[in-house]
């Protein structure tokens, strides 16, 4: 298994997206726990982008607990109704947060934090896993390119996910 990932840092998102998917495929292919493709998806982002937190929150009972990720520690629970995280979940739809600061009841795990992306994950009868969570110290950090290149890396762990069997699914 490859021990690092390599994108060409002057290229666009796009392209960096681009390149970065053949490695996350791989290094998800040869593995069948969610937790540990999770925990190498979040690494492989971070080594790739920089981003200052990228990780997971699954959806367990009535609130999204953390899961794998890279960068400062963070909140360990979430409700289903609150800040960006819980909103994406609720609302099943990817949200770009350009500033934290004008998102009512974000949840600051960091004050250094100040834009934000969170994309929900689905699972096969078409309900929400849990989300993909990014974010940055600059605001406004979230374009188009990041919307599309992280929905497509959600749709990986995605099928990664119908491919375990039910026991193996993070209840
Ligand atoms: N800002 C998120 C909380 C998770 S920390 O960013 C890791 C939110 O408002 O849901």
Redesign the pocket.
């Known amino acids: 298994m490859a021990e690092s990932v390599s994108v060409s840092k002057d290229a666009s998102p796009a392209a960096r997206y681009a390149e970065l998917m053949p490695q996350i495929e791989a290094l998800i292919a040869g593995e069948s726990n969610l937790v540990a493709n999770l925990a190498n998806v979040a690494a492989a982002l971070k080594e790739a982008f920089g981003f200052f937190?990228v990780?997971f929150?699954l959806a367990e009972d009535r609130e999204l607990v953390l899961g794998p990720?890279q960068?400062p520690v963070?909140?360990t629970r979430?409700g289903f109704d609150?800040?960006?995280?819980?909103?994406a979940f609720t609302n099943r739809e990817t949200i770009v947060v350009p500033n934290?600061d004008e998102?009512p009841?974000?949840?600051?795990?960091?004050s250094a934090?100040r834009s934000?992306i969170?994309v929900p994950i689905f699972g096969v009868e078409g309900e929400v896993l849990g989300v993909l969570?990014v974010?940055s110290d600059r605001l406004d950090s979230f374009s188009e390119a990041d919307r599309k290149g992280l929905e497509n890396i959600v749709r990986v762990i995605e099928r990664s996910t119908r491919s375990h069997t039910n026991s193996e699914r993070i209840e």
């Open positions: 937190w990780g929150y990720f960068g963070a909140c979430i609150q800040g960006v995280c819980g909103r934290v998102f009841g974000h949840i600051a795990c960091s934090a934000e969170v969570d974010d």
